[in-house]
């Protein structure tokens, strides 16, 4: 919801989550265009989220230079500034033992003596050595793959071992060995090749002249897959564009109906058109983007314009980011966020900066401390939980933290970062979880794009067709496909994609028949979805200095600590000379109740208590923004965090599909990057590829009443995990959870039954129950007790290896997953 006020203090609503106050001034000139590159970012900036994006007019970056009117005052002599740095993962030391080990597949010229004495050793080394180009040694080709492997793993990928993914793709006929390693090597050059040059198609045959020609197999097995999971060729280049619209010409896989244009929802659209498949999408707002919003800011006579992102904003890590990728195709310079933060007392003056490190160092060692408890204590959290806040306290008191008024006030600057990164206060995050996708935190910079993630939007909105004001009320699913209804018409697929935020799917405002699974709506209760809100403000020039793109603010009451705790400077990005304040954890949600004039004056204040002390005077702004994220019945909300009894496997059961006809995508949905855009992009392109494996399975499925042959093909791919299972006993065996000793944790139970008279005769039939459940089966006296028990006390039901539910098959893969793993 966005509302009106012209001054000084009437309000009016129109549709949108924000805010806005036009003020009026004086007719300003625009200022010159001009790109911007910057320094390092800043430590203290956290994540911000999203799966959407918005529309917003394209507006360059700019200086503020030529404004009539009021003049500028002169920049006081800068002071010294603290740096914030965010503790990073280093993954350099996990490469270089590991891809020392890794066998190398480029053609090359006639082997020398030295090599060939090798590979006499080592007939894989022989067949697997060489050179991508003459004149290159081994120390070179060794350079290569190890930073062909650093790039697959800042896409994602894991070092030495195969995804998930890839294991359900089949990538290789048998986990483990030889020919994976040399899968992994082709993989990571095809993905570093393409990284190498987004903007044009990379083809088979251009790998094919980098790899020996005995290796075709790989090849092709490793380029389907990067194709069809969405790492290489994609995005909106135009050659990219010109591949993709060929292919979809032909006669389609299935019918889609995508509901949500954020972007998750676009992304998924444009590679399931790709694939095949006939889409349409559905919105509820009058516009794409979702909860990525940029709105275009201006005076009453244009003259002095800016674009701010009132949703998801910072690209978080550019290395890997699919965001950074669409940036480069379409040609945008990426301004990295400068990571000097000054931050200000409430009376406006610089914090003293021994102080500043002395609180900041006592806050890492808080956060150091609870790590190091609930490593001890995890079994015993799992089942009673408690908020990262109480942990947190508990250690400020033993350690006397923070217990001088001005430290307590630094020390609640840095708990309300805490809660922006989490949209949350820390009363609600979980001890346990609350930080669980820390190991696949993107790196890199944190970046923005200037002109604002709108650009990013148009362009994946472009030519797709999306069907506006259309929220969905009701899903109706079953064997002969979907219903979705929204905006009084009924649309009718094969299969649809849910990508509203996790907010939406709380208030059960779309209807499910049948209903979701409870499996599902517990993890729709048990994750958070917070809210983080800001104030836009638009000023005639940039009084506040160019040298800097954060600044914060502290206060004395510690339940407020995250009103208007962080600004930043749109400045190089915006077009115009444009402030964003952040508001924070309690302080959010009581945002949302106040006035946008009442809200608007009090940052005023801060800024006037900030500058004019130092002789700079604080302008009327020519346009304010504030939004209102929770009220917003699209969302009721910002993003998701890890709540108190929640994990991260929790996000993992929200993506999961239901019937192979109902599949959900969005930032809640991925687990490694929950609460950012590219999670949502990443999630976007996983459904689409989930979709394609489900319609495929569908169309070899046998046809009701045809005779199956019931040999053990059919568990075949199953049938390695049970050949040293965990529990064996009587026609029944159990392989358990590899990453859980929980007595509650998943099993995958086997039972086998004679079908003929030959002792191979067998079918096999599966199902999901408790590793304690197992236990107790195990300790029955005949099978005919445990048959009865499995049936009536478990109610568990045995169905074919092609039936098992979603969660059956996630454990299959982390067994497997396990098992691929070296030792």
């Known amino acids: 919801m966005e509302t009106t006020a012209p001054p000084p203090e009437s309000t009016t609503c129109i549709p949108e989550s924000t805010s806005t106050i036009p003020i009026p001034t004086e007719g300003d000139a625009p200022p010159d265009p001009v790109a911007s590159q910057a320094d390092p970012k800043s430590s203290s900036e956290p994540m911000e989220t999203n799966d959407s994006a918005t529309g917003a007019e394209p507006i360059e970056t700019n200086d503020s230079g030529n404004i009539p009117g009021p003049e500028p005052p002169a920049q006081p002599e800068a002071q010294p500034r603290k740096r914030r740095r965010r503790r990073k993962k280093i993954f350099t030391d996990m490469i270089s033992s590991t891809a020392s080990r890794l066998r190398v597949l480029r053609p090359h010229t ?6 060939a004495s090798a590979a006499d050793e080592d007939d894989d080394a022989d067949a697997l050595t060489g050179y991508l180009r003459k004149r290159r040694g081994p120390s070179d080709l060794s350079k290569e793959v190890d930073i062909e492997a650093l790039i697959a793993i800042s896409v994602g990928f894991p070092v030495d071992t195969l995804t998930e993914e890839e294991i359900e793709a089949n990538v290789v006929p048998q986990i483990g060995g030889s020919e994976q390693a040399n899968y992994i090597i082709v993989r990571n050059h095809i993905l570093a090749r393409w990284r190498s040059n987004v903007a044009v198609w990379l083809t088979r045959d251009q790998v094919l002249e980098s790899i020996r020609v005995e290796h075709k197999n790989l090849v092709n097995s490793a380029y389907n897959f990067l194709l069809h999971y969405g790492y290489i060729n994609f995005g909106i280049a135009s050659a990219i564009r010109d591949v993709k619209s060929k292919s979809s010409d032909e006669l389609p896989l299935g019918s889609v109906i995508v509901i949500g244009a954020g972007l998750s929802g676009l992304v998924a659209a444009r590679q399931l058109i790709f694939l095949g498949f006939k889409v349409v999408v559905l919105e509820g707002r009058a516009r794409p983007g979702g909860r990525v919003r940029t709105k275009r800011m201006s005076g009453s006579d244009g003259s002095v314009v800016g674009a701010a992102d009132l949703g998801g904003s910072v690209l978080t890590g550019i290395n890997g980011n699919p965001l950074g990728v669409l940036a480069r195709q379409l040609g945008l310079p990426l301004h990295k966020v400068r990571d000097i933060c000054p931050l200000y007392l409430p009376n406006g003056r610089m914090v ?6 002395k609180v900041e160092s006592s806050f890492n060692k808080l956060l150091d401390r609870v790590c190091k408890l609930r490593q001890g204590i995890m ?3 799992r089942s009673v939980d408690i908020s990262l806040g109480t942990a947190l306290e508990a250690f400020r008191h ?4 923070a217990e001088e008024p001005l430290e307590r006030m630094l020390l609640d600057w840095h708990l309300a970062n805490l809660e922006y990164a989490n949209a949350t206060l820390l009363s609600n995050l979980s001890m346990a979880f609350w930080d669980q996708d820390d190991p696949y935190e993107m790196g890199g910079d944190h970046c923005f ?16 067709p999306i069907f506006y004001e259309r929220p969905v009320s009701s899903v109706r699913y079953g064997s002969d496909g979907v219903r979705v209804y929204a905006g009084g018409q009924e649309y009718q697929g094969d299969m649809v994609l849910c990508t509203v935020p996790l907010g939406v799917l709380k208030r059960g405002t779309i209807d499910f028949e049948p209903e979701l699974p409870q499996r599902k709506m517990d993890a729709i209760d048990r994750l958070g979805f917070g809210l983080l809100n800001k104030v836009a403000i638009l000023f005639p020039y940039d009084f506040w200095g160019g040298e800097i793109d954060t600044f914060g603010h502290l206060t004395e009451e510690p339940s407020m600590r995250g009103e208007y705790f962080l600004f930043y400077s749109y400045c190089a990005v915006a077009g115009g000379p444009l402030l964003i304040a952040l508001v924070a954890g309690e302080a959010a949600v009581k945002f949302e109740k106040s006035s946008a004039v009442e ?3 009090k940052v005023l204040d801060i800024l006037k208590g900030i500058f004019s002390p130092k002789g700079i005077a604080v302008p009327d702004p020519i346009q304010a923004v504030c939004t209102r994220w929770g009220q917003d019945q699209f969302s009721y909300g910002s993003y998701s965090y890890v709540a108190v009894g929640a994990s991260g496997d929790d996000y993992d059961i929200l993506a999961e599909s239901v019937a192979d006809r109902v599949f959900f995508a969005g930032e809640a949905t991925n687990k490694q990057y929950p609460a950012t855009m590219h999670g949502a992009f990443l999630s976007g392109m996983r459904e689409a590829a989930h979709i394609m494996r489900v319609t495929r399975r569908r169309s070899v499925a046998p046809a009701a009443g045809a005779r199956v042959n019931t040999t053990n093909h059919e568990s075949n791919s199953v049938d390695p995990l049970f050949e040293t299972p965990d529990l064996a006993f009587g026609c029944f065996s159990v392989v358990f959870d590899p990453q859980s000793t929980d007595m509650e944790s998943d099993a995958l139970l086997r039972v086998s039954v004679r079908s ?6 067998y079918i096999h039939l599966y199902g999901l129950l408790q590793r304690k459940q197992a236990v107790e089966l195990n300790g029955l006296e005949d099978d005919v007790k445990r048959g009865e028990m499995l049936a009536h006390g478990f109610k568990t039901r045995l169905v074919g290896i092609s039936s098992l539910c979603n969660a059956a098959e996630s454990l299959i893969r982390r067994i497997k997953a396990v098992k691929s793993t070296p030792n």
Do not use: F, M, T, W
């Open 110 to 115: 006639k082997p020398s003596a030295a090599s």
């Open 449 to 464: 794009i200037p002109g604002g993630n709108g650009r990013l939007v148009r362009a994946l909105a472009e030519d797709l």
């Open 756 to 761: 003929g008279n030959s002792d191979s005769d």
């Open 398 to 401: 033993v350690y006397n933290v």
């Open 599 to 601: 809200s608007v004056n």
């Open 352 to 357: 003293n900066s021994d102080v500043d490190s």
């Open 379 to 381: 079994e015993e959290i």
